[in-house]
């Protein structure tokens, strides 16, 4: 299993536009996550599924921002109408079963850059 | 609603001496606690976890931290700084989800 595999690694783009970032668990992980995080911040939780269906979504989350796990598999997160203030690394993490004490494994991140 | 708060976002030491990284919990439930290590260009990783049982936990890179419930407490140390742990350290809780802090960097000076 080669971990946690997130795509594209870099992303920049002008304001108003539309990005899709696209996250491949561990295979055998039934939980996705998505986090947010600025420069000099720690990750700010924004959503996580459970299988397919997305458990919970962070008041950060506005609706410009949607997020699927169509099949349980991978994930993706759309940010519509890009704003300046979306420039932030993109986080992905899985984890195995459904407490809390589970370890989330984190991708590498997609850097989002909005001109 | 659980939280933790890593005091001091700069620490920074002489290589050999002990390190001591701050964090402080809020929750409602018995905690599970979390330390990640990020290194530059890289991903978050795990450094080491409190779930139940022993209060002192043990890492990996010689690292530990301790438990303390009347404290609220959960402060990442190890004895003897070397260069490479030179990066940002995040403490975490969770319950359903995870939270984390505002992260520490760890300077290391020779």
């Known amino acids: 299993d080669t971990g946690v595999s997130q795509n594209p690694r870099h992303k920049i783009t002008k304001r108003g536009q539309n990005v899709t970032f696209r996250c491949d668990p561990i295979?055998?992980?039934?939980?996705l996550y998505w986090y947010r995080q600025t420069l000099g911040q720690g990750p700010e939780f924004l959503t996580y599924f459970q299988n397919e269906a997305q458990l919970e979504k962070s008041r950060l989350l506005s609706d410009r921002f949607s997020a699927e796990r169509p099949k349980g598999s991978f994930s993706t997160l759309e940010i519509q109408r890009t704003e300046q203030g979306d420039s932030a690394m993109y986080l992905c993490?899985?984890?195995?079963?459904?407490?809390?004490?589970?370890?989330?494994?984190f991708g590498a991140g997609s850097r989002l850059t909005v001109l | 609603a659980q939280s933790v708060t890593q005091l001091g976002s700069h620490v920074s030491v002489s290589e050999g001496a002990l390190v001591l990284l701050r964090c402080n919990y809020s929750s409602s439930v018995p905690p599970y606690l979390f330390w990640y290590v990020q290194y530059p260009n890289q991903g978050l990783q795990l450094l080491l976890k409190?779930?139940?049982?022993?209060?002192l936990v043990k890492g990996i890179n010689g690292f530990e931290a301790e438990f303390k419930k009347s404290e609220t407490s959960f402060h990442l140390t190890k004895p003897s700084a070397h260069m490479s742990d030179a990066a940002e350290y995040f403490c975490a809780v969770s319950d359903s989800d995870m939270r984390f802090g505002a992260g520490t960097r760890l300077t290391v000076k020779p």
């Open positions: 993490a899985s984890s195995s079963g459904q407490g809390g004490a589970n370890v989330l494994t």
């Open positions: 409190y779930t139940t049982g022993a209060t």
């Open positions: 295979s055998e992980h039934n939980r």
